[in-house]
Each structure stands twice: as structure tokens, then as C-alpha cells.
């Protein structure tokens, strides 16, 4: 079990909303800076994930840096991502991203036109996408997709079992964090924060399991491009890029019953 992170605002005029999140993600509001370890850090521009003895500042971003760069240049509807959900032409999807973590996967495709709804069971990194989504909402090149965006704090296993029929989702996205994606050297330092603050993800065959009962059209859940299949049945089809590969489940074609 991960230490509870607590949340500073360094902000005074901020504070309203370093309460707001506090309170949203049952995350402890502290009245001083820590010294060591992991906390939350809300100022005047962003909320981030600090620990200075380890690396620079965490943070989901969808208006500047490489969320700007795949806004223009990321490939559209062609990129692999893309085909792996299932975007033909003009349509676009509802998709639940059962493991939204910074949220990048969620804004290539609401950026793609899809609506997503995010579901983040870790209350860091849940309020890190909520504070991305204001800033997004709040920013003209960013804000139509923002719009289509959702965060959720839940465990996506039990939140999918949990839907009404009519909320069920064409498309559930999943990327677990594998053990075998945790190699310290490969993985990058936000990763490698994650890892430390959120835990790893050893219950993927179940919500794997959650997401197939809960689509209505396919599961596509994101691997290394050599690392093992999720337990569970095989994959109908699969995409496969540079380092990266979308396991494509597709509901229709998996037998009736208890997957
Ligand atoms: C590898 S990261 C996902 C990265 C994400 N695709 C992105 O683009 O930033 C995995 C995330 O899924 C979350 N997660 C894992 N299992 C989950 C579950 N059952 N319900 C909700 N969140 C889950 C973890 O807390 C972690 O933040």
C-alpha cells in the first residue's frame, strides 16, 4: 500500500481550490512545505508531484509540451492507437480509459474526437488529471477536448461492473503498469514516481475481465511491444508499432459466458 500523499498549496490565493482537490480526492491539505519524500504542490500556475531528491516536478499536461506536439503532428486517425480503438472515417468512439494515469492516451484520443471518460483509481494521480483538465478547459486550443474529457475516481473494475446498461461504453482502453515495464533504467522518471506512489497494477487479469463484460464493441489493452499478454483469453487481433503494441479484444467475437 502506497503512503497516503499529502497536498501543499503554495499559492495563497489558490488555496480555495488546493481545498477543492483535497476534499474531491480524500487527499490530507498540509500546512507546510515537507522536507522529504513525495507530496502534492499546488501553485500558481499548476498542480505537480514532488520529491526533489529524486526528479523534476510530475504533472499531467494536455496544452504545452509533447500534448501540443501530438495535437498537431501525432498521426490522426492513421496512428496506431487509432486503429486499435476502431476509428473508421469520421467516427469517433466512446471510450472508457480504465487506467488514465496521466492521462496522455485519453487526449490523443479526445483529441481524436472521441469522448473519454477517465478512470483513475490512485487520488494522485486522479487530482493531477483533474488540475490538467481545468488548465485545458480554461485554454482555447485545448478546451473542445476538454470538453469530451472526464475524470472519474474509482477502481475501474468495480466503477465498469457498476454501469447501467445505457452508460456502458463502445470501447475500454487499458494500460497497466507491468512488472516487466518496470526496468528502473528503461522506465522514465514520471514512471518511475508513479511507480513508487501509486504501486504497481497486479490485478490487470481482473480488470481485464471488467472490461470485457463491460464493452460494447472491443477491449484494447496497450503492452511493450514484446511484454507478455494480459491472463485472460487471447487477443482477436493486434496492433503492433515501434515499441508499443494494442492488444485488440474484439466483444463480438469472443465466445458468450463469463470471460
Ligand atoms: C501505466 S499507467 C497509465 C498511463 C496512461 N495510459 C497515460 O497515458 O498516462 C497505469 C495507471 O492505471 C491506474 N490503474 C491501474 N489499475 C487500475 C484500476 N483497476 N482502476 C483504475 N485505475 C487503475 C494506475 O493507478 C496508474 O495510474
Redesign the pocket.
Known amino acids: 500500500m502506497p503512503p497516503a500523499t499529502g497536498l501543499f498549496c503554495a499559492a495563497p490565493d489558490r488555496l480555495p481550490d488546493a481545498q477543492a482537490l483535497a476534499a474531491r480526492f480524500a487527499l490530507p491539505l498540509l500546512s507546510a512545505r515537507p522536507t522529504a519524500g513525495y507530496w502534492l504542490e499546488l501553485d500558481e500556475v499548476r498542480l505537480s508531484l514532488l520529491n526533489p531528491d529524486k526528479h523534476g516536478p510530475v504533472y499531467?499536461e494536455f496544452v504545452e509540451g509533447a500534448a501540443a506536439h501530438r495535437r498537431q503532428f501525432g498521426g490522426g486517425r492513421g496512428q496506431p492507437v487509432a486503429k486499435a480503438i476502431g476509428m473508421k472515417g469520421q467516427a469517433s468512439r466512446d471510450v472508457v480509459?480504465?487506467?488514465?494515469?496521466?492521462?496522455?492516451?485519453?487526449?490523443?484520443l479526445a483529441s481524436l474526437g472521441c469522448a473519454v471518460r477517465l478512470?483513475?483509481?490512485?487520488p494522485v494521480?486522479a487530482a493531477l488529471l483533474a488540475d490538467a483538465l481545468a488548465r485545458a478547459h480554461a485554454h482555447p486550443d485545448t478546451a473542445d477536448i476538454a470538453a469530451r474529457m472526464t475524470v472519474i475516481h474509482?477502481?475501474?473494475?468495480?466503477?465498469l461492473a457498476s454501469l447501467a446498461p445505457e452508460a456502458r461504453p463502445q470501447v475500454v482502453?487499458?494500460?497497466?503498469?507491468?512488472p516487466d515495464?518496470g526496468n528502473k533504467a528503461a522506465a522514465k522518471k514520471d514512471?518511475q514516481a508513479?511507480q513508487e506512489v501509486?504501486?504497481g497494477?497486479d490485478?490487470?487479469p481482473?480488470?481485464l475481465a471488467?472490461a470485457l463484460a463491460a464493452a460494447r464493441e472491443r477491449v484494447v489493452v496497450?503492452r511493450p511491444r514484446l511484454g507478455a499478454d494480459v491472463a485472460g483469453p487471447p487477443p482477436t487481433s493486434r496492433q503492433v508499432g515501434k515499441s508499443t503494441r494494442f492488444d485488440v479484444y474484439s466483444v463480438k467475437a469472443m465466445p458468450a459466458g463469463p470471460r
Do not use: H, N, Q, Y
Open positions: 499531467a480509459d480504465a487506467t488514465a494515469g496521466l492521462g496522455r492516451d485519453a487526449f490523443v478512470v483513475e483509481r490512485s494521480a474509482a477502481d475501474a473494475s468495480d466503477w482502453f487499458v494500460d497497466p503498469m507491468f515495464t514512471m508513479f501509486i504501486g497494477d490485478d490487470s481482473r480488470l471488467a496497450k
